[in-house]
């Protein structure tokens, strides 16, 4: 099994930044792209962004060039940068994972809370 734990939600002022992590422990070699997904209060999940194992990253429209996500293979995590945050990036932000081996395996992390809010 693969365990993925995440961290840095909090609270922010709009335009401000933050950085979540998600760190992958367990059978990581089974890892293909990694990436985080959010649900806000009331409304389903969506994709944020993803990116694959070779680095190759993959955004939502909404958060194209305020959002950076960014992989270390060596050390199992994955972080997204965000900037210019808006009130409506409030959301509960999961980090998820791919399996390499079973294409209808994926792994979720428990989430982290993002507030932005004045």
């Known amino acids: 099994q693969v365990q993925l734990v995440e961290s840095g939600g909090g609270l922010v002022q709009p335009g401000g930044s933050l950085t979540l992590s998600c760190a992958a422990s367990?059978?990581?070699?089974?890892?293909?792209?990694m990436g985080w997904y959010r649900q806000p209060a009331g409304k389903e999940r969506e994709l944020v962004a993803t990116?694959?194992?070779?680095?190759?990253?993959n955004y939502a429209n909404s958060v194209k060039a305020r959002f950076t996500i960014s992989r270390d293979n060596a050390n199992n995590t994955v972080h997204l940068h965000m900037n210019s945050l808006k009130p409506e990036d409030t959301a509960i932000y999961y980090c998820?994972?791919?399996?390499?081996?079973?294409?209808?395996?994926?792994?979720w992390g428990k989430g982290t809370l993002v507030t932005v809010n004045p």
């Open positions: 367990g059978i990581t070699f089974v890892i293909n792209a």
């Open positions: 998820h994972a791919d399996d390499k081996y079973f294409a209808d395996k994926e792994y």
């Open positions: 990116i694959t194992s070779g680095g190759t990253p």
